[in-house]
């Protein structure tokens, strides 16, 4: 039997699924970051991935025909000529860039997404600006460099990694304003998200018992994984993921990028997938209920009514998507004394967000949405299930799988069939 792996590095651990040639899921497991030492992340996350590999049973092992990884988007590396982190990785939060943003943005077009304090271009450049950069031959995402510990190919990177480095991923190539600039060096060669890049390492091969011809093939990041688990292909199918926010990718014919609403898209084969990210969502739903309150008092909702309260829930103030009002207010009043008719309002308030946000990119010129496939804690609340149906006015079902881990796999399973 052939078997195909990915593995997902998320910012608290690390998952790895196995699938079958059939695209199910065979055996997974994973491991937290926590009883590791955070003071050396580069190396926390290489002993991850090999006690991952190493706890895939041996007789699996050995079949298993392509590997693939994801990693958090805009979580970086600078490194030596053999590929060793010679400073800490910056992770995708980190806006240390922001010092840098008037100098890009003195180079790059209007809009342009690197003009963001935590794009991969920004930390780059303030690489640029330390003493450290002297020793620096390659600039990698976490991707691309977990990739590397197994094939040992080093520059190479996918491109939904490097949207947010400034790479052109509608004509397929770096932009001129980055090719003549000196940080261009240290750029890596950029494939489509599942292309083989070469086999593994004899040593690799050898430690945890891998057939010598497993392909090791381009990554992506964990929100396209994710999208990829989910089970839409289709133009007009979309994915919200209902988490701590909430985040809506709607797979367009057509490339929609409005810096105003905080839109832009990722490359998916000849379509793009299109949409953005709202601070409402999961985190302000247990700022005011437990786990426990949110299922039992959603029980008790009539989802087929609309509820009378119009909120707009945030912890704090500011949103990106739909509104990307850096001042935005939250409206969490009026209160009612029913925790039912307030959670109730919350919901409704949310799923009404959601539908704003898919209209958003449909004025926009996006493919029409006609179905919705949900990810995230919140796919397993029936009510709210209901209540996002009844605004959105299409179909709404829990993703096939929810893991990235399991996306992953399936670019490595369909990677492996195009050879090298």
């Excluded at 806006?95 to 790059?108: E, H, M």
């Excluded at 004509?171 to 304003?177: D, E, H, I, R, V």
């Excluded at 905080?262 to 601070?279: F, K, M, Q, T």
């Excluded at 919901?347 to 179905?371: F, H, K, V």
Aim: glycine share 8%; net charge neutral.
């Amino acid at each position: 039997m052939n078997f195909y792996l990915g593995i997902d590095f998320g910012t608290s651990g690390a998952r790895a699924i196995i699938i079958d040639s059939q695209e199910k899921s065979y055996w997974q497991t994973e491991k937290s970051f926590n009883d590791l030492n955070a003071n050396n992340l580069a190396s926390v996350w290489q002993q991850t991935l090999f006690e991952l590999i190493e706890q895939i049973p041996s007789q699996i092992r050995q079949d298993i025909k392509a590997i693939a990884i994801d990693g958090t988007s805009s979580t970086v590396l600078l490194c030596d000529r053999q590929g060793n982190p010679i400073d800490e990785p910056i992770l995708y939060n980190d806006n240390r860039g922001f010092s840098t943003l008037k100098k890009i943005a003195a180079l790059v077009p209007n809009n342009s997404l690197v003009l963001s304090a935590t794009s991969s271009l920004a930390k780059l450049f303030w690489w640029y600006e330390q003493p450290i950069y002297s020793q620096a031959f390659y600039f990698l995402h976490q991707a691309d460099w977990l990739a590397f510990l197994l094939h040992g190919q080093l520059g190479i990177s996918d491109y939904h990694n490097a949207l947010k480095l400034g790479y052109d991923v509608e004509k397929l190539c770096y932009p001129t304003w980055i090719e003549n600039l000196e940080i261009r060096c240290l750029l890596p060669q950029i494939s489509p998200p599942g292309t083989p890049i070469k086999s593994v390492k004899k040593e690799i091969a050898e430690r945890f018992k891998l057939p010598k011809d497993c392909l090791v093939c381009a990554g992506t990041t964990d929100s396209i994984a994710a999208f990829l688990a989910s089970g839409a292909t289709q133009p007009g199918e979309a994915v919200t993921s209902l988490g701590s926010t909430l985040v809506l990718k709607l797979l367009s014919q057509t490339r929609i990028e409005n810096s105003q609403y905080g839109i832009y898209s990722h490359r998916l084969g000849n379509l793009w997938l299109a949409g953005g990210a709202s601070n409402t969502g999961g985190a302000v739903l247990r700022h005011f209920f437990s786990d426990e309150e949110l299922e039992r008092l959603s029980r008790q909702i009539d989802a087929t009514n609309k509820s009378p309260f119009d909120y707009y829930p945030l912890l704090k103030k500011g949103d990106r998507f739909p509104i990307n009002d850096p001042q935005l207010s939250p409206k969490l009043e009026p209160r009612p004394d029913n925790p039912v008719q307030f959670l109730h309002g919350l919901l409704e308030s949310i799923a009404r967000i959601e539908a704003l946000g898919y209209r958003r990119l449909q004025e926009l010129g996006a493919t029409p949405l006609r179905y919705v496939y949900t990810a995230g804690g919140g796919a397993k609340n029936p009510t709210w299930t209901t209540i996002r149906e009844r605004n959105l006015q299409v179909p709404v079902v829990s993703s096939a799988h929810r893991e990235a881990a399991y996306g992953s796999a399936l670019l490595a399973k369909r990677g492996s069939s195009t050879g090298i």
